[in-house]
């Protein structure tokens, strides 16, 4: 059984299973849009393979961080730009 | 500094085989890639187990997580991972740099939850949580019914697979792999997986729409349906990047290689979807050859040329039988984004001519992605071409290019 992994979303306490990407974390916590685009649009992963740069976050504080090359770990935080 | 015999960008089928062929020469293999783990996106997660056992066995020095970004000199690329900066020289290169998917723009595609169709299965591979959820799963091509067969397993509720090449073209397709019979009995086997889902061939998407996710697609014969992912993908794009900022080149869209696998670069060879988009076993067997021709083995790179030449039809086979309809190019209207890093629309690129143009005035495809996704999309839409790479093919921060051009200063 995999284990547990507890970090923070914008700062709210959040858990995923371990193994998960940080762009599958959020999904499965309902959060659709990592980022904004340069026009305000909320978007979130297209590719899923660490091409198109949509599901880019900020991880303890550095920014631009491909949330599908990522994996979730104990108590990383993590930042939607959305 | 990592310093290699054979350097191997790509560790999905065609640079695991290549890999493997390669340390059969007793000589030093590094195995370069981006993503977290080996496999590539057909394997991803799940490489078969005689490949697994054969790659961790054979003694490669596998570094994952790290994307090549600069070729400063001959036999040196620098690449960064998510803390540091690496050099690595090699005497000889193959690259395995695969294929990303081919977006095409429609009004709403932007909205969160639309994504590829490989980008969902890789998302689902990822750990997200797709069971109970409604998909469609639209697009082109062979890995349409694979994500599909996929998803399914995993719970998900599927709610169309809509196919914009017509089903006249398909059944040739299904034909002409009966006298493959091992490729036939997976075909069959995906398809009786998705008995039960509404397939619409000679369909596509026109329309999605939504409110901070999608909600519904409309399609071309007007059906719309609700959904809570759409799974888009129109085909295939080698990712030539590399090659070309390397020198080498290009055949169409894909890199020029002999029947040595060795490119128009010295030293420098090309496998697997990147010399033509042709599946799994094309990659296997070019991904060998050329690590086989890279370590002078050369009796070993012959016998498997015939092979080889089998793939070849395939491949030619699947370009006719999902060739793009020209209306997919014509789906976006003025206000569509067809640059996403940059929100450029379709109407702002409409006072220019060439790619390069409008990149000075819209920065359109001058975002993080650096065109990979508007590039093809310009190319099917205005009938563009991109004008050559510039370093750093991927973006990297500025300590980074301070640290670069020390390199390149020695």
Redesign the interface.
Known sequence: MPQAIEFTINGNSVSAREGQTVAAALANLGICASRRSVSGEPRGPLCGMGICFECEVTVDQKPHVRGCQLLVHQGMKVQTGA | MHSFDVLIIGAGPAGIAAAIAARKSGVKVGVVD???TAGG?IWRGAVPRKWTDAFLNSGTHLLA?T?IFDAPQQGLLLAKT?ESLIELRYERLILATGA??L?LPFPGW?L?????A???????K????IAGKRVVVAGSGPLLIAVAASLHKHGAKLQAIVEQAFLSSQTRFAASILSQPSKAWQGAKLLWTLHGVPMRHGAYPVRAEGD??VRSVTLSNGAKVDCDYLACGFGLVP?TELASLLGCRLNGHFVEADEAQQTSVASVYAAGEITGIGGLEKSLVEGTIAAYRATGNLAAARSLDRQRKTTHTFQRTMDVAFALRPELFKLANEAT?VC????VTLGALEPFNSWREAKLHTRCGM???QG??CGPILRGVKGWRDEGVRPPIF?VDVAALVQTSGVQAR
């Open positions: 981006d993503n977290l996106q997580g994307r998510l990303r998917e977006f932007t969160p939850n639309i994504m590829g490989g980008g969902l299965q890789a998302m689902v990822g750990g997200l949580d901070g996710r990712n984004k996403r890093c940059e929100d975002g993080p992605c990979r996704i973006p």
